[in-house]
């Protein structure tokens, strides 16, 4: 069975990746109807750690059984001068903080730990799995792929949770934006930890913000990362590793 699925990521990684993305959705959905409501007061947003933390075994569990764990980016690696790239990305998530953060100690901190679970389960999929599987395509074409099934996958979520359609049209724009630049990001960095980090960093700032930022630094925000991520795709053609393949930059 694996000797297959190699087999098929070889000759149709689109294909595989984009199936792995509806799947691990589905799947998502799946286990959010089937837990009961966990909203305790000690830990409101136990229900949706939970959620996470399950798809985040799930991934790290299939890409563990690929033999995909160096190639997925989840072998730390030390920071090194890669990770000043991170900067522009952390200055995003405390941008949300400029009017400060709303809720209690409790409902921060149980966010803060949920935000990480999601920050897990997104980034070992996307940027793990996925760009793995797209590796094949070329540096660039693969981190754009991951934004766009980064961006259709949260398209999934809005209509499942029954969203309006103009908020899901601007998630997808930007979830597909920050996806890009991330996937960008991963190539220089070569692990997936950092961004995680970041990812959940941007998600809970921007959550428990009082308010969103105004239409304008939101779409402003959207272009810099998409100028952002292809400068970043463009300074890997200055590097010596560019030469290697793509699939060995785990």
Sequence with gaps: MRLRVLDLARRRPLTLAAAVTVLWHLVLFAVEDL???????????????????????????????????????????????????????????????????????????????????VGLAEESLSRGLVQRLLSPLGLARTAVLVGVLFGLGHAMSGLWFGRPVDEI????????????????????????????????????????????????VQVSIIVLLIAYGWWLLRLLDRRPERARSPVSTG
């Design 169 to 216: 049209a601007f998630q997808v724009v930007n979830t597909a934006a920050f996806g890009f630049c991330l996937a960008a990001l991963r190539w220089h960095v070569r692990t997936i930890w950092p961004l995680v980090g970041l990812h959940a960093l941007v998600d809970f700032t921007s959550i428990n913000s009082p308010g969103a930022l105004p239409d304008v």
């Design 35 to 117: 837990l009961p409501p966990l909203q305790p007061g000690w830990f409101p947003a136990l229900g949706a750690a939970v959620v996470n933390v399950v798809l985040a075994a799930l991934t790290l569990a299939l890409i563990g059984w690929l033999g995909w764990w160096r190639e997925t980016g989840l072998v730390w690696r030390w920071p090194d001068r890669s990770w000043w790239l991170l900067l522009p990305l952390l200055a995003e998530g405390l941008l949300h903080l400029v009017d400060g953060l709303t809720g209690s100690a409790t409902v921060l901190a149980s966010a803060a730990v949920t935000m990480l679970a």
